[in-house]
């Protein structure tokens, strides 16, 4: 029976040896220690045996039962972290594989003008003012001194959301100028960028949908030299120290006196071509001193303050700034064309 408890041990601790899974570690504690495992099928015998014998084989035999369950509980601990080192391997990430290129876009042209304009005006101490795109005609045209029956009124014709003419798709930024000046008292210094509306026929400097910057500032002494220094360091920023500006006398019925500035054609350096129609010129903004009517309708005393404004078109801006010679290109938004900037 001894033997037979030896040999028994000796195939157990191999079939362990063997053994690589919590499953095939259970099969052999079954064989050898279950209840009708061999170890236990030999123990059954012991009634055979002589009371001289029987306490030296329990004692073997229970011995032999301990090294199982030792041998057992080590082999299962070396499975546990062979499994653990093998889950590790198979999870592993490869952080050294090239990712999927993820495509990011990038600002539209007119973008990076708006937002290049906007730091050069907040530079100069500006704060940026926004305005509603569905307008009341009273602020659009009323309050900058444009009554009805005034032929500003057609030429800047647009496009009307009710019959009576009275609510329209603003045709110009301007209005800003009257709901800023509502609000806030002098000193005034505010840019406000935004999309215009007018019954134009798509060509390459015009569209019925276009943008542009309003400015407006109002002080005590403001005079037109504030209001040439301000532009001419726009253009200046935007376009290069070298950029020649051109001052024209103008009527705008919110400013007086009013004038137009005019930035020399990029496509022809002033000869003169199809882009500036042979004028050697580019029109880019309008301005002149607040209108003391316009000034007096928002509470503001024009005898204590005066005031220049401009507008300028964000659109022609930023053809001049990348020397595009078609204002379509803005607004078609081919890929081939909006990922050169
Ligand atoms: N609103 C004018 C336009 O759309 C541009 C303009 C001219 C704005 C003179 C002004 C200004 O503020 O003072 O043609």
Known sequence: ?????????????????AADSP??????????????????????QMGSLSAEERPVIGQLANQIRADIEQALEDRAAVIEEQELAARLAREALDVTIPG?????????PMSIVLDEAKEIFIGMGFSIAEGPEVELSVYDFDRLNI?????????????????????????????????????????????????????DDVDATHSPMFHQIEGLVVDKG??????????NALV??????????????????????????????FACGGAGCRVCKGEGWIELLGAGMVHPKVLSGCGIDPDEYSGFAFGVGLDRM???????????????????????F
Not at 1 to 17: D, N, V, Y
Not at 23 to 44: N, P, Q, S, W, Y
Not at 100 to 108: D, F, I, K, N, Q
Not at 318 to 340: A, P, V
Request: some cysteine; proline content about 5%; hydrophobic content about 35%.
């Open 147 to 199: 009554p009805v029956g005034h032929t500003v009124r057609e030429w800047q014709d647009t496009f009307y959301i009710t019959r009576d003419e009275s609510v329209h798709l603003r045709c110009q930024t301007s209005p800003v100028q009257v709901r800023v000046m509502e609000k806030q008292k002098p000193p005034i210094r505010i840019i406000s960028p935004g999309r215009v509306y007018r019954k």
């Open 100 to 108: 999927t290129p993820v495509s990011l876009g990038h600002r539209h």
């Open 222 to 231: 403001i005079t037109m030299g504030h209001l040439k220094g301000t532009l």
């Open 1 to 17: 029976m001894k033997e037979q408890l030896e040999k028994s041990k000796q195939e157990a601790l191999a079939a362990l040896a």
């Open 23 to 44: 499953a095939a570690l259970e099969a052999v504690r079954v064989r050898f220690l279950g209840k009708k495992g061999e170890i236990t099928a030999i123990l059954k």
């Open 318 to 340: 930023t053809l001049l700034r990348y020397s595009i010679d078609d204002m379509r290109l803005l607004f078609e938004n081919d890929m081939r064309f909006l990922r050169q």
């Open 236 to 265: 200046k920023k935007l376009y290069g120290e070298n950029t020649a500006t051109r001052f024209r006398p103008h009527h705008f019925p919110f400013t007086e006196p009013s004038c137009e500035v005019d930035v020399q054609c």
